[in-house]
């Protein structure tokens, strides 16, 4: 597959060298399993200007199917001026003589991943009732999309397949296959006059347009044709088939109940009036968009609110809502997210419910202590084979680093930059979930610049969590931050009122002893665990004998014996036994380091000879040894 994927590209890729067209992307592989689905191939691509993955949609005429040129300006035309949010989006067209190269969104078709759901394993039961929850939703796109093409464009469509709906980056559904969508407005509506010519995988006629033709549709309401097509499509999609339902052919006896196959039984009622052999009594697109959103339910016979009681549709709802909702209505909605984070597909919780919730705090009135934690939480299931869709190789979804970057980390990095309080102490304690993914780069120039703030921060509870957060970011701070602008903060945060606060910058200290450089050691650890044996609280002096105990090794010999000890000696004789205690086993310690560089230690300095190099003592004392001798015993 890998090597058709690739030869697609390259011929491509030379097709575009011999014609010397220009395109603002650079083509990738060729979509192969859309291959004769359609008049079009289909390309991924990536936008040459900030390398943002596109498709490629390229038509060509040949010999063979110059015929089909209209079709394809058709959809070309009708993709530029149809703007919808659930039809695919236009973004550039580059076209030469017959040679058109559309780039939209980019998208994959919805076969592919339909009919890769693996349904043999011992969780078929519940992957196929999220998968029936999953296509509930993609249809309830798809009605919108053709209730506003019939009734607000009073248009057609004519075209209505598995193969014209593709799926978004973040798995929702989009409507294409434009190359027939026409309005009785149009001049010479390319439906109604050569509808017929185009070659379809399935035939979705209904059955006035096998009697009389495509021009039968002029004198009905638009969407006649949609409706009935919609029907196909349902059978096709929950059936995973790609047979039509036996009603399409003459007779079209209505369906049985063995023949409703996986369609849910509350729509089944709806699906045989989706699919009335007769043009006036079928059911529109949008009444049945009105019924499932309970707008209608009880209406021929259908419960309705199939569409309305759906999870999925429910969440979408809710997020388009989210900027003007209430504070209590954005807390409940948060609410639900974090109970069912696990149950989303995962395209759709990376690419649309976690940019939704980073876009939340540009409104307001969001709990940064929940949507951060829910944020690490919705991204944990990109790395998961949910149930609900099919599996991770086939549907050709993988988070990898760079997308993780772009999609989750910076954004999150960005709220660093926010002097709300209650975000920066979300994003502190939240960082074990994403410390692993920064560079240092990001952690240096993006982060430390306002991290940094929250040491001089009035509220303790900040300044605090600035100084334990610390030791998680430390590895990756350079040299400079390290050894002088860390220990400029720690120095003041070593006097800082709160008792707590000074104890655990006392302990950071002692953590990041082995990374600091051998100056900055000798400067700044015994007077920093010099001033934490005399704090008046208890567990700041127990910090500090244990931090020396911890740094025994980070202390040159001299400075171990002639420094080091005398400031133990305060811990020895405290009042409170738990300072008492490890001081003497510090003691020990350095008492056992001094002992062990004092074994090693020649037995005398003096010369071979057994003399003192009288020089030397003259020099220090400003006296001869005899006169020395004669001081001191005279």
């Given amino acids: 597959m890998d090597l058709l994927r690739n030869l697609g590209s390259a011929a491509a890729s030379s097709l575009l060298q011999k014609s010397g067209i220009t395109l603002p992307y650079s083509l990738g592989s060729k979509v192969t399993e859309y291959d004769g689905k359609s008049i079009w191939n289909l ?45 695919l989006k ?48 993609g249809l ?58 185009l070659p379809r995988p399935l035939d979705v006629s209904s059955p006035e347009v096998k009697k009389s033709g495509w021009n039968a549709l002029k004198e009905s309401p638009s969407g006649v044709c949609d409706a009935y097509a919609l029907g196909i499509l349902m059978h096709c999609v929950f059936n995973l088939t790609n047979e ?40 529109s697109c949008q009444a049945f968009l009105d019924i499932g959103m309970g ?14 009681d759906n999870h999925l549709v429910k969440v979408c709802s809710q997020l388009e809502g989210f900027p003007l909702a209430s504070d209590g209505e954005k807390l409940e909605f948060l609410k639900t997210l974090k109970e069912s984070a696990s149950s989303f597909p995962p395209e759709f919780a990376i690419h649309r419910l976690i940019p939704a919730l980073i876009a939340s705090f540009e409104h307001g009135g969001t709990s940064a202590a929940t949507v951060i934690p829910l944020i690490f939480e919705l991204s944990k299931i990109a790395n998961t084979d949910p149930v609900g869709l099919a599996d991770q190789p086939k549907r050709g979804f993988q988070m990898d680093p760079a997308q993780y970057k772009t999609v989750i980390l910076m954004p999150v990095v960005k709220l660093y930059a926010r002097p709300d309080r209650g975000t920066r102490m979300a994003l502190l304690e939240a960082l074990p979930e994403y410390e692993g993914k920064l560079d240092e780069k990001t952690v240096q120039d993006t982060i430390w610049p306002h991290f940094q703030t929250g040491f001089a921060d009035t509220i303790p509870v900040i300044r605090e969590a600035t100084v334990k957060a610390v030791s998680v970011l430390a590895p990756k701070f350079s040299s400079r931050i390290l050894n002088n602008d860390l220990l400029r903060h720690l120095a003041k945060a070593q006097s800082d009122p709160e008792p707590s ?46 931090g020396l105990t911890a740094c025994v090794e980070s202390f040159d010999i001299e400075d171990a014996a002639t420094k080091v000890l005398g400031i133990i000696g305060s811990g ?51 006296q001869a040894p005899s006169d020395l001798l004669s001081a001191a015993t005279g």
């Fill in 501 to 546: 606060i000074r104890t655990n910058t006392c302990i950071l200290i002692a953590r990041l002893a082995p990374s600091l450089s051998a100056i900055t050691k000798k400067k700044v650890l015994i007077p920093a665990f010099s001033k934490a044996l005399k704090d008046p609280f208890v567990h700041a002096r127990v910090a500090g004998v244990m």
């Fill in 244 to 283: 039509p339902p036996q009603t399409v052919h003459p007779p079209h006896s209505a369906p049985t109940a063995s023949s409703r196959g996986s369609i849910p039984t509350e729509i089944f009622p709806l699906f045989k009036k989706l699919l009335n052999p007769s043009a006036k009594p079928r059911l």
């Fill in 572 to 622: 020895l004789i405290d009042k409170e036994k738990i300072v008492r205690d490890p001081a003497f086993k510090c003691l020990e310690s350095y008492r056992a380091k001094v002992q062990a560089y004092a074994d090693s230690m020649p037995e005398t300095a003096l010369l071979p000879d057994g003399s003192a190099p009288a020089a030397s003592i003259t020099s220090y004392t400003g």
């Fill in 295 to 308: 707008v209608k339910a009880g209406v021929d016979g259908a419960p309705g609110r199939f569409f309305v």
């Fill in 43 to 87: 390309y991924d691509a990536t936008k040459k200007d900030d390398s943002s993955v596109v498709s490629v949609f390229h038509f060509d005429a040949s010999a063979s199917n110059r015929h089909l040129v209209p079709f394809a300006k058709n959809a070309l035309k009708k993709l530029r001026t149809t703007r919808h949010p659930d039809i």
């Fill in 140 to 197: 309830h796109r798809v009605a919108i999309s053709l209730a506003f093409l019939n009734d607000t464009c009073a248009s057609s469509h004519g075209n209505i397949s598995i193969d014209s709906i593709f799926l978004s980056p973040s798995g929702e559904w989009r409507l294409g296959g434009l190359e027939t969508l026409s309005s009785t407005k149009d001049e010479n509506p390319i439906l109604f006059t050569i509808g017929q010519q």
């Fill in 90 to 137: 236009f973004l550039d067209v580059v076209e030469q003589g017959d040679s058109i190269w559309i780039m939209t969104e980019r998208v994959r078709p919805l076969r592919s991943v339909l009919f890769s759901w693996d349904n043999g394993t011992a969780k078929a039961k519940e992957k196929n009732k999220a998968r029936e929850e999953w296509t509930i939703w």
